[in-house]
């Protein structure tokens, strides 16, 4: 007898646990609904989407990678050789003195063609007139870093390359910038 009302006793603890599980589970999914819906009405009233906003462009209207492959057109200036910011050199005696570095590379300019601005500035004959200044642009930021510099962190001088490039323009059509054929001497 005793046996036969523990098992009562358990099962009706499991009944009263599910019941409140089940209650549990149905506020929780009603209060995240309404979270989700807020969260879909306040972005929509921002005019973002999950994927960064307008082609990837996210509040600063500054493309992060996210643009479609048939939307992408590139732009290469090819053979660049620059003079990098010379690198201090502590000899064995304590003496110190500068070393000349060169970067050789080619750069490659990628650019959102569904951006307002591809129409006015991205097209060929475009990049053709304003290669003379891209190429002065991108000279004057890499020579600004020593050798160390730039093999210590490429990425964070490519985003400053890529920022002056934006400034030159006043337009982000231009979203990265990479290096090919890359040589340090």
């Not at 036969?4 to 209650?23: E, H, P, Q, S, Y």
């Not at 620059?82 to 201090?88: A, G």
């Not at 500068?98 to 060929?124: F, I, P, Q, R, W």
């Not at 490429?154 to 040589?183: C, H, M, P, T």
């Amino acid at each position: 007898m005793k046996k036969n009302l523990l098992a009562i006793l358990i099962l009706a603890i499991l009944v009263v646990n599910t019941a409140m599980t089940g209650f549990m589970m149905l506020t929780v999914m009603t209060t995240n609904s309404q979270a989700i819906q807020l969260i879909t009405d306040v972005a929509s009233a921002l005019q973002i989407e999950a994927n960064g906003g307008v082609n990837g462009q996210g509040f600063s209207n500054a493309a992060t990678g996210n643009v479609r492959v048939d939307n992408i057109a590139t732009y290469e200036i090819a053979d660049l050789t620059i003079n990098l910011k010379p690198s201090v050199v502590t000899g064995p005696n304590g003496e110190t003195s500068s070393k000349t570095h060169y970067m050789m590379a080619s750069v490659v300019l990628s650019m959102d063609m569904s951006n307002a601005d591809y129409e006015n500035y991205g097209t060929a004959a475009s990049m053709d007139t304003m290669k003379s200044l891209l190429t002065a642009t991108i000279q004057d930021t890499i020579s600004a870093h020593t050798l160390e510099e730039i093999q210590s962190n490429e990425d964070a001088l490519r985003k400053e390359i890529l920022g002056n490039i934006q400034s030159l323009y006043g337009s982000n059509f231009i979203y990265s910038i990479s290096f090919s054929n890359k040589v340090f001497s």
